[in-house]
């Protein structure tokens, strides 16, 4: 078959159904798609983002970051141009953001509101709340209500990298509200991940309030998105019965570092 990441995204997802044996119409019912958008995909026409990823994962989960990785370099729409950039953070993909970024400019003429907000992410990742980091974030501009939810969360990681918890909880329950108004299934998901990343911390760490701690991190956990939030997960969730029951934090315990093990240089972790 070749490798995935040298093949055609789309031929390679044809194999895979042929040599499923399952039909088509029954893999769009399971994905939660009309056969109608699978048909379109496997074509080479575009469908939603979110569609594109539960494919994926539905036929060849194992490769998923790489496939969607290779799908994203070979150009999204503009209306997948968000959800990428989103995915592709999530993933720690940020060369690719960089291209995605670098072909929005040259084929528009200038930098959109998206690619300046991840451009700014990119390359204030590691000063969370400094203030560098808010002075920056104070200056990007949103065009959409997508993108004005977007800098609400990044107040948010500034407040909280801040200790400035009751801010943090007023901005969380100000973004959950503005999420739900969010029209992209992809979005609207990373987003509340976001959210969750922070919240689970703050209800188990400062509010005590473990059974609320536990219900977020489960929700986080089953979104599977990325390697840090299912570490943050994991850690609350083993955190959360180190008083209660030894055995369940053990395994979760043994969850996380089963994960780390994956990632050489998070050692330290």
């Avoid at 070749?2 to 044809?14: E, M, P, Q, S």
């Avoid at 592709?88 to 929005?104: G, M, W």
């Avoid at 400035?164 to 992809?186: A, V, W």
């Amino acid at each position: 078959m070749g490798t995935v990441a040298t093949r055609d995204l789309n031929i390679h997802i044809k194999e895979l159904i042929k040599s499923s044996n399952e039909k088509q119409n029954m893999i769009a019912a399971k994905i939660g798609i009309s056969e109608g958008y699978l048909s379109k995909f496997l074509s080479g026409k575009e469908i939603n983002f979110w569609m594109v990823r539960e494919i994926i994962r539905y036929l060849d989960p194992s490769n998923e970051t790489e496939l969607i990785k290779q799908y994203c370099l070979n150009g999204v729409k503009k209306k997948n141009y968000p959800a990428a950039l989103e995915y592709c953070y999530a993933k720690r993909l940020f060369s690719v953001i960089e291209n995605l970024i670098d072909r929005q400019i040259k084929k528009e003429g200038k930098i959109s509101s998206w690619s300046g907000i991840y451009k700014f992410m990119l390359e204030y990742r590691l000063t969370l709340g400094s203030s560098e980091y808010i002075e920056k974030l104070n200056d990007l501009k949103s065009d959409c209500h997508d993108t004005k939810t977007l800098l609400l969360v990044l107040e948010m990681y500034a407040n909280y990298q801040s200790r400035k918890y009751e801010l943090t909880l007023d901005k969380i329950e100000t973004i959950q509200k503005n999420i739900n108004r969010i029209s992209d299934p992809f979005l609207k998901m990373a987003f509340s991940a976001r959210l969750e990343e922070v919240s689970v911390n703050l209800y188990l760490k400062q509010d005590n309030a473990v059974y609320k701690a536990r219900e977020v991190a489960h929700s986080l956990h089953e979104k599977n998105l990325s390697v840090n939030f299912n570490l943050t997960a994991l850690y609350i969730l083993a955190l959360s019965y180190m008083n209660e029951s030894y055995f369940l934090s053990y395994e979760y315990y043994k969850k996380c570092i089963q994960l780390l093990s994956v990632f050489p240089d998070r050692k330290k972790n």
